[in-house]
């Protein structure tokens, strides 16, 4: 199994770290466009390799798209990060063209991979490496509900008091403020979370899930990236191991959820071929209407394509 991870940057790097201590793939390697930075990582990791049992081989390479030939799997991390002020869909002009680019140069040596789209604003960026590559929906999978998911399992074991672990929560929607957080279907040992926590709690950790991202931003002057990066690996390692596990993730939908020619988190299942199976929850009237408004969200970025 060969990864490769275009972007060295924090979230970048911290996929190819998090991917090395998993231990399930051969090679993982590790592409910038800076001179000597993603050789310098890759060296960084491997000198933990005895420390840390790895025996992954993580490679780090500038601007070489050759050393990332016959991939399984390509996950797309370059691009500008969010800065304090900034929306995700103010990254849609520059980091568009790097993700085309990225994609384009790519597919060349591996066209058979499955892409993994981590950069933002990452429903519209899954968008358009779909429509530029034309390739089917299974392979170009985004990056959202999974890490918004976790933000959301954190805040209420947090408010519970209890292990993150014992948890189970999903997020589904766009990538953005109008994420929806499922706190319907959250549980805490397969107990609803509405029987420990009161409306207004629950309300209150909906919207710190929601503005999540931006949070962290505001606190270190720029995008997360330890959960990004450890929701990549995650993602990957569901479709190398062929597990069939049911996590959100942005997919292109055709039907589903009354939505079509639009991506957005929803569950799906990962298994070798990419995306096997699009999950549709019974959501009801005022879930319903959430997701359309986040989805007409996420249309709304799209547009913008056009114009650059």
Same mark, same amino acid.
């Given at each position: ?6 972007g ?38 491997? !000198?933990? /390799? ?9 490679? +780090? ?31 849609? +002009?520059?980091?568009?063209?790097i ?37 089917? @929906? ?12 976790? @933000? ?7 408010a519970i ?7 189970? /929560? ?13 706190? @319907? ?24 899930? !929601?503005v +999540? ?7 270190l ?6 959960a ?14 062929n597990?069939?596990k049911?996590?959100?993730c ?8 009354? *939505? ?11 298994? @070798? ?7 549709e ?15 007409n969200? /996420?249309? *709304? ?8």
């Amino acid at each position: 199994m060969k990864i490769s991870v275009i972007g060295a940057g924090n979230v970048g790097a911290t996929a190819a770290n998090v991917l090395a201590l998993k231990n399930f793939a051969e090679e993982v390697v590790l592409l910038d466009i800076k001179e000597g930075v993603a050789e310098g990582k890759a060296l960084d990791m491997m !000198q933990t /390799a005895k420390l840390l049992h790895l025996d992954t081989r993580v490679v +780090g390479v500038t601007n070489d798209y050759s050393k990332t030939a016959n991939s399984d799997i390509i996950a797309i991390t370059s691009g500008m990060p969010r800065k304090p002020g900034m929306s995700r869909a103010d990254l849609v +002009g520059v980091n568009s063209k790097i993700v085309q680019s990225v994609m384009d140069a790519a597919l060349e040596y591996s066209p058979e991979a499955i892409f993994l789209i981590i950069s933002n604003p990452v429903d519209t960026l899954t968008y358009l490496a779909l429509k530029n590559s034309k390739l089917p @929906r299974h392979r170009v999978i985004g990056m959202s509900g999974l890490l918004d998911g976790s @933000r959301f399992e954190y805040y209420l074991a947090d408010a519970i008091g209890c292990p993150i672990s014992d948890i189970d /929560a999903m997020v589904i929607g766009a990538h953005g403020d109008l994420m929806v957080p499922l706190t @319907r279907f959250a549980s805490y040992k397969g107990i609803p979370v509405t029987e420990y926590l009161s409306p207004e709690k629950l309300q209150e950790i909906e919207h710190a899930t !929601q503005v +999540g991202g931006g949070t962290i931003t505001k606190l270190l002057g720029t995008s997360a990236w330890y959960a990004p990066g450890a929701v990549t690996a995650t993602m990957a390692e569901a479709i190398a191991k062929n597990t069939h596990k049911t996590l959100s993730c942005i997919a292109l939908l055709d039907g589903e959820y009354g *939505e079509k020619d639009v991506c957005a988190g929803v569950p799906v299942v990962l298994g @070798r071929n990419g995306i096997e199976k699009i999950v549709e929850l019974p959501l009801n009237e005022r879930e319903k209407d959430l997701f359309n408004k986040s989805v007409n969200s /996420a249309k *709304e970025t799209n547009a913008k394509l056009k114009n650059l």
